[in-house]
């Protein structure tokens, strides 16, 4: 099946600073999604961006889906950003989501 | 709040018990996912519903079923627990069927002692 790789695993930022989180997936996709989860849990859909590129205020997403990666991209980081930012696909034959292994933000006031 | 409810929030059973989880999906929202959350496996799908079918299945369990009602709301029964059960069940839910933005539920928080 697909693969999902996320980079890195960990980041930790000072506020008001950019980052740039990396998914890489091993097939063609006909979904992809980046999803945050905060420290209490609850899961938050960020993009769904199959290709091209959105952005919504501080955070936009870019997918080179030729290319099979997808970017995520958090300006002005803000303490609220702090936790798991995931990837999840669903590859171009079938309908089984696959979650990547998610990169830890931490952003330090 | 994302519109989608899950009961109950905690779960503390033993060994070998049946469990329910509940969720009610968005307004309009026709396809239900289920997810498991544990610390070694990560996120897994388990599966999905559109409109009272099933329609993907992923990583679930034989020991697992699930179902979604003709009011749309799903149900995820698991039975003869283990201990590796214990994991956080999110349940999602979409407009259409092809996995396009979906919409978490606060999760399931199940513990098997």
């Known amino acids: 099946g697909i693969q999902v790789e996320q980079s890195p695993p960990d980041l930790i930022l000072q506020e008001g600073a950019n980052s740039t989180l990396r998914c890489n997936f091993s097939d063609s996709v006909n979904n992809l999604q980046w999803f945050h989860q905060n420290p209490w849990g609850q899961l938050i859909n960020l993009f769904y961006i199959p290709s091209g590129t959105k952005q919504n205020g501080r955070l936009s997403a870019t997918t080179v889906a030729t290319e099979r990666y997808s970017l995520l991209y958090i300006s002005s980081s803000q303490t609220t950003d702090s936790g798991v930012y995931f990837c999840?696909?669903?590859?171009?034959?079938?309908?089984?989501?696959?979650f990547g292994p998610g990169t830890r933000l931490s952003v330090l006031p | 709040d994302s519109g989608v409810t899950q009961t109950p929030k905690h779960l503390i059973t033993a060994t070998g018990q049946r469990v329910t989880l509940r969720c009610s999906p968005r307004?309009?929202?026709?396809?239900v996912y289920w997810y498991q959350q544990s610390l070694d496996q990560g996120l897994q799908f388990l599966i999905q519903?559109?409109?009272?079918?099933?329609?993907a299945k992923g990583n679930i369990l034989e020991r697992f079923s699930a179902q979604q009602f003709p009011d749309l709301h799903s149900e995820l029964n698991l039975s003869s627990l283990e201990l590796g059960d214990s994991a956080l069940y999110f349940c999602?839910?979409?407009?259409?069927?092809?996995?396009?933005?979906?919409?978490f539920g606060p999760g399931t928080r199940l513990l098997v002692l």
């Open positions: 999602a839910s979409s407009v259409a069927r092809g996995g396009e933005t979906q919409y």
């Open positions: 999840a696909v669903i590859d171009g034959y079938g309908q089984n989501f696959v």
């Open positions: 519903y559109y409109n009272g079918e099933e329609r």
């Open positions: 307004s309009g929202d026709l396809s």
